[in-house]
């Protein structure tokens, strides 16, 4: 499975988002740009994708950012992508062979559309909260105690 940068990209930025706006501050998209080793200037662009979604929101002024538009455990995995690639999780099966489309039709009905529903459930059972959790248990489980050598 191929996902985009944007898709990534987007992924990335809106877990930051959740993991430092916990406490009501915005965040900058230079901020996240900075922690997550990302351009600011695609990183802009990916957030407009989240905004118009109205996954996160925008506050200007001199404290301004990005804060989650509603708390991390009601975003799922799928919406997250369906704002920044609707693609992704579409329907749009392309059929590989049109000389053989009986096969065709059988490879979309037994194998495509299958895949297709397995992983929209699955992100759509996925939320924002869980990623974050996940990420700040394995964050915490690879940080290895320092070597002492005698």
Do not use: H
């Not at 900075?34 to 109205?54: D, M």
């Not at 990623?131 to 690879?142: A, I, Q, R």
């Amino acid at each position: 499975m191929k996902i985009s940068t944007k898709v990534e990209c987007g992924i990335i930025a809106i877990a930051d988002i959740a993991m430092n706006s916990e406490n009501g501050e915005t965040v900058t998209v230079y901020s996240v740009a900075e922690r997550r080793g990302l351009s600011g200037k695609y990183l802009e662009q990916v957030l407009t994708s989240l905004r118009q979604a109205r996954l996160i929101k925008g506050i200007k002024g001199s404290r301004g950012g990005y804060i989650l538009n509603k708390k991390p455990e009601k975003i799922t995995l799928k919406e997250i992508i369906d704002a920044l690639d609707p693609s992704v999780l579409g329907s749009d099966v392309a059929v590989v062979n049109d000389e053989n489309t009986e096969f065709a039709q059988v490879l979309d009905d037994f194998i495509w559309l299958k895949l297709e529903n397995k992983l929209k459930s699955y992100t759509e059972s996925v939320t924002l909260r869980q990623l974050v959790d996940f990420y700040n248990k394995e964050s915490v489980e690879n940080v290895s105690e320092p070597m002492y050598y005698i």
